[in-house]
Nanobody, 128 residues
Framework: VQLQASGGGLVQAGGSLRLSCAAD????????IAWFRQAPGKGREGVAC????????LYADSVKGRFTISSDSAKNTVYLQMNSLQPEDTAVYFC??????????????????????WGQGTQVTVSS
């Protein structure tokens, strides 16, 4: 499984960005795609995930109501629409995939050890 994240950049507080994660993944298998982020000097934090089986989603409390994860199965791409961005959202954003018996977003969760394939990061910088 190969993952390619893109769409990062510099934006002012209150602005929006949309990240894309192109996934080279078999659509005949169940899978989950998640976004994680890592700010300087901090650990990696799960942001949102989406599951192929039922399209269920899960969000970190810090982004609920501001970020939306979605998928386009025809393009094998998962998006993260980020609105009302704040300086504390500044981080390198990674997409990750979990394959195998994946049921719901709640079941797979947003911890790193649930995901076994990782893409490179894309930098998001929010200025105040």
């Amino acid at each position: 499984v190969q993952l390619q994240a893109s769409g990062g950049g510099l934006v002012q507080a209150g602005g929006s960005l949309r990240l894309s994660c192109a996934a080279d993944i078999s659509t005949s298998d169940d899978y989950a795609i998640a976004w994680f982020r890592q700010a300087p000097g901090k650990g990696r934090e799960g942001v949102a995930c989406i599951v192929s089986r039922d399209r269920s989603t899960l969000y970190a409390d810090s982004v609920k109501g501001r970020f939306t994860i979605s998928s386009d199965s025809a393009k094998n791409t998962v998006y993260l629409q980020m609105n009302s961005l704040q300086p504390e959202d500044t981080a390198v954003y990674f997409c990750a995939a979990a394959t195998g018996w994946i049921t719901t977003a709640q079941a797979i969760g947003l911890t790193q050890n649930g995901y076994d394939h990782w893409g490179q990061g894309t930098q998001v910088t929010v200025s105040s």
